[in-house]
Each structure stands twice: as C-alpha cells, then as structure tokens.
C-alpha cells in the first residue's frame, strides 16, 4: 500500500473539487414561504377593558395561528377571538 505523505495526491483533490461542486449544487438555500401573522386589532398601546376582539391578518397561506397572551396561550384560530380582560391585571400586557 503506498502512502502519500505530502498532501492527498492527484485523486485525493478530484475527490475534494467533486465534493465541493456536489455541496454547492445540493446545498443550496431554498427560500421557504414565510407565514406571516399581524395582529390587526387591538392596536399597540391600546387601553382596553371588557371583552376585546383580537383580529388577525395573515397570508394566504396560513391556515391558523395560536394566540397568546402575555406568554400564556389563548387559542388557535383563522377569524378574531375574544380576550376577557376582567381575568387579568391592569396594567400592560402583550398579545402574541
């Protein structure tokens, strides 16, 4: 068995080019269609009390999204939903 000892030789570089035409024509970034959900109301740093209806806005796409309030899941949902704000604190919360 023969040894290369300086470098990989003449085959060993044909094997790395080949790799390294395969991994740029395999390995390229494929864009993926972003899912993109707004919400439409309420407004930010709206002050609002009672039963609060939390509309969405999303692509085409998107089939539904959960919705979260303060970190605390709330529902799933296409359409608006309703947040009971008498259940929470007063004082600023995040809906997401």
Same mark, same amino acid.
């Given at each position: 068995?023969? !040894?290369?000892? *300086?470098?990989?030789?003449?085959?060993? &570089?044909?094997?790395?080019?080949?790799?390294?035409? %395969?991994?740029?024509? &395999?390995?390229? $970034?494929?864009?993926?269609?972003?899912?993109? !959900?707004?919400?439409?109301? $309420?407004? #930010? *740093? #709206?002050? !609002? +009390?009672? /039963? !609060? @209806?939390? #509309? %969405?806005?999303?692509?085409?796409?998107?089939?539904?999204? +959960?919705?979260?309030? =303060?970190?605390?899941?709330?529902?799933?949902? $296409?359409?608006?939903? #309703?947040?009971?704000? /008498? =259940?929470? @604190?007063?004082?600023?919360?995040?809906?997401?």
């Amino acid at each position: 068995m023969r !040894v290369f000892k *300086d470098g990989y030789g003449f085959v060993g &570089l044909i094997v790395i080019l080949l790799f390294g035409f %395969l991994t740029l024509g &395999l390995g390229a $970034p494929t864009e993926a269609a972003a899912y993109e !959900v707004k919400i439409a109301a $309420p407004l #930010s *740093d #709206s002050v !609002v +009390n009672g /039963t !609060v @209806a939390i #509309s %969405l806005k999303m692509k085409s796409s998107t089939s539904f999204a +959960n919705v979260y309030v =303060d970190g605390v899941y709330l529902a799933s949902t $296409p359409n608006a939903i #309703s947040w009971q704000t /008498t =259940d929470v @604190a007063n004082g600023m919360h995040t809906i997401s």
